[in-house]
């Protein structure tokens, strides 16, 4: 049983190129995220989809956007990259109702130079 | 405005002995709390969680103590292993809220 699957697990861009990364969870969880975690700062929400069809900015959506393609996949893209960008983003799911337990895939680690 | 604080970065304690890691709230519609466990090159694994109408949840080594006039919980290791070692986030989110809030985390240190 995969989870949260995200891919590439790292990547290098330079500043101004453009890139996308990928989630897809097998658990049939409606609501998925996507956070960046910086040292210092703990997990910052950037954007979530809580159904299939919605999506709605977090605590930090500036210079990103996302595509909830369907019900297992949640695409977060960086349309021209900058070096504040430089992190580490976690992608999760959970289940639309009930406790408010997010399973959290194992990270893309971005580096913009 | 930091919503979820975690005031200590990081914990040195002895196998053995009881690790606390503490967690305050500022906001007051915050019901549901839970404690998520970090390795490095990992995501985030749930551990352990607390609602509003409750005070204690134990599981395991593992308790989790909320005082809800203080917005205030922590989370008890007893006894630590060295496998504890690890950064520890506390979250929270509102009744029927599909978001978390985090503090900035604790790193753990157990020593052998």
């Known amino acids: 049983n995969a989870g949260v699957t995200q891919t590439p697990k790292f990547q290098v861009l330079k500043t101004g190129q453009s890139m996308t990364l990928q989630c897809a969870q097998d658990?049939?969880?409606?609501?998925m995220y996507w956070y960046r975690q910086d040292p210092g700062m703990g997990l910052r929400l950037i954007y979530y989809?809580?159904?299939?069809?919605?999506?709605d900015k977090g605590e930090v959506p500036n210079g990103y956007n996302v595509s909830r393609l369907n019900k297992r996949e949640f695409s977060l893209r960086l349309e021209s990259a900058a070096p504040s960008q430089t992190s580490v983003y976690f992608c999760?799911?959970?289940?639309?109702?009930?406790?408010?337990?997010?399973?959290f895939g194992a990270g893309t680690r971005l580096s913009v130079l | 405005d930091q919503q979820v604080k975690q005031n200590s970065p990081s914990l040195s304690v002895q196998e053995g002995r009881i690790s606390i890691l503490n967690c305050d709230y500022t906001?007051?519609?915050?019901?549901?709390f839970l404690w998520y466990k970090k390795y490095p090159a990992e995501g985030p694994t749930f551990l352990i969680s607390?609602?509003?109408?409750?005070d204690k949840n134990e599981d395991g080594r593992f308790t989790v103590f909320l005082n809800k006039s203080a917005k205030h919980l922590s989370l008890h290791i007893v006894p630590s292993q060295p496998g504890d070692s690890a950064v520890y986030f506390c979250?929270?989110?509102?009744?029927?809220?599909?978001?978390?809030?985090f503090g900035e985390g604790t790193q753990l240190t157990v020593n052998p």
């Open positions: 999760a799911s959970k289940m639309g109702r009930g406790r408010n337990i997010q399973y």
């Open positions: 607390i609602s509003s109408i409750k």
């Open positions: 906001n007051s519609m915050f019901d549901y």
């Open positions: 979250a929270a989110s509102d009744m029927g809220g599909s978001r978390l809030t």
């Open positions: 989809s809580a159904s299939e069809g919605t999506t």
């Open positions: 658990m049939n969880h409606n609501s």
